[in-house]
């Protein structure tokens, strides 16, 4: 019951990050609770520092300022979050395509911790904390290349969700493409997972090569140019290199 309770509360925790400020009536609708118990829930997190009523409209919840207390070391301070912002602003200034910042999660998927958005009027779009899986997205192939054999069979042991007809699926088919974004420094994602939209992506590695991170170059299927591939993966792994450089210094 204790278990059942606390993962109750981590949803509500994360449906108010995704939907907030919201209702207690809204966040009901949504997992089909009594209201009773909604409201406990809220109340305990707010208790804790996780949910705070909004300032404005108390009906509403958000989320509060001890949520930035978990997020992963190599985001904290000034360290991979803060040496990244400026290469990424200056390769969106470059492409005016929309520019992530992705971190790994182990290998349950890779996460979006930070965004320069373009000033296209259509454009690509993953909120901040949105999770794409590994074997699907140029962010994740990225990392996958930097990661021991040993991560990428673990991975490849079980079954590799399609996501549409681009998407590798074939173990032995992702371990060709891995070895292929080794050897030119950049992956691409040509409508593998959302249909319609294609990323160039490059790692960010630590001084042993360890992968902390990737940036991506995203962009809808409508701009996406095979002949500049060689041009955009330049630029992003460039600025990969550069977030490195300044994160390490």
């Given at each position: 019951m204790e278990l059942k309770s606390l993962t109750r509360s981590l949803r509500i925790l994360e449906a108010v990050a995704q939907h907030?400020?919201?209702?207690?009536?809204?966040?009901?609708?949504?997992?089909?609770?009594?209201k009773s118990t909604v409201q406990r829930t809220l109340v305990t997190l707010d208790?804790?520092?996780?949910?705070?009523?909004?300032?404005?409209?108390?009906?509403?919840?958000?989320?509060?300022?001890?949520?930035?207390?978990v997020r992963p070391a190599a985001l904290q301070g000034s360290s991979l979050f803060a040496a990244a912002r400026e290469p990424m602003v200056q390769l969106r200034d470059k492409v005016n395509e929309t520019i992530h910042l992705t971190v790994p999660d182990a290998l349950h998927g890779i996460v979006v911790v930070?965004?320069?958005?373009?000033?296209?009027?259509?454009?690509?779009?993953?909120?901040?904390?949105?999770?794409?899986?590994?074997?699907?997205?140029a962010?994740?192939?990225?990392?996958?290349?930097?990661?021991?054999?040993?991560?990428?069979d673990e991975l490849t042991a079980g079954a590799l969700e399609g996501?549409?007809?681009?998407?590798?699926?074939?173990?032995?088919?992702?371990?060709?493409e891995l070895r292929r974004v080794r050897d030119?420094?950049?992956?691409?994602?040509?409508?593998?997972?959302?249909?319609?939209?294609?990323?160039?992506?490059?790692?960010?590695?630590?001084?042993?090569?360890?992968?902390?991170?990737?940036?991506?170059?995203?962009?809808?299927?409508s701009r996406f140019d095979p002949g500049r591939l060689a041009e955009l993966g330049r630029l992003v792994t460039d600025t990969a290199a550069e977030i490195t450089s300044r994160h390490l210094g």
């Open positions: 907030q400020p919201v209702t207690v009536g809204e966040l009901t609708k949504i997992f089909g609770l009594p208790e804790a520092g996780w949910l705070r009523a909004n300032r404005r409209d108390t009906t509403r919840w958000e989320v509060g300022a001890r949520v930035l207390a930070d965004r320069v958005d373009c000033d296209h009027a259509v454009r690509t779009f993953h909120a901040i904390g949105d999770i794409s899986p590994l074997h699907a997205t962010t994740g192939h990225a990392v996958l290349a930097h990661l021991p054999k040993s991560e990428v996501y549409g007809q681009e998407t590798i699926t074939d173990p032995a088919e992702l371990r060709a030119r420094g950049y992956a691409v994602n040509h409508n593998q997972y959302r249909p319609g939209v294609c990323a160039i992506a490059a790692a960010v590695l630590d001084e042993d090569g360890t992968p902390l991170a990737s940036v991506a170059v995203s962009m809808p299927d």
